[in-house]
Nanobody
Framework: QVQLEESGGGSVSAGGSLRLSCAAS????????MAWVRQAPGEEREGVAF????????YVAESVQGRFTIARDNAKHPLYLQMDNLKLDAAAMYSC??????????????????WGQGPQVTVSS
């Protein structure tokens, strides 16, 4: 069973930084695609960063490229989302997600079937 547990959300001023962490088993990281997906109130889910099985390849959405980084040291360590120079529109619930198969690269949030609870990120002016 895939279990994902995020931490690290909170409030930050525009221009600030936050790092989110997603803890999962070594088996999960070695067998599942991983993603960070956000959803603001009244908005569709948006995939912001993806990582292939085992972590060999990453993709960061164009809307956050240069400011967000997805990373994981190895299968025994958490998956991170480093968010720098946060803008007001980054405020959302951020969820870690895992999926066995993706239909395209970059994937969409529909490819992911296991989700964490999602920490809230608030950005103030």
């Amino acid at each position: 069973q895939v279990q994902l547990e995020e931490s690290g959300g909170g409030s930050v001023s525009a221009g600030g930084s936050l790092r989110l962490s997603c803890a999962a088993s070594e088996y999960t990281f070695k067998n599942y695609y991983m993603a960070w997906v956000r959803q603001a109130p009244g908005e569709e889910r948006e995939g912001v960063a993806f990582q292939t099985i085992g972590g060999g390849i990453e993709y960061v959405a164009e809307s956050v490229q240069g400011r967000f980084t997805i990373a994981r040291d190895n299968a025994k360590h958490p998956l991170y989302l480093q968010m720098d120079n946060l803008k007001l529109d980054a405020a959302a619930m951020y969820s870690c997600a895992a999926g066995r198969v993706v239909q395209s690269w970059p994937p969409t949030s529909a490819d992911f079937h296991y989700w964490g609870q999602g920490p809230q990120v608030t950005v103030s002016s």
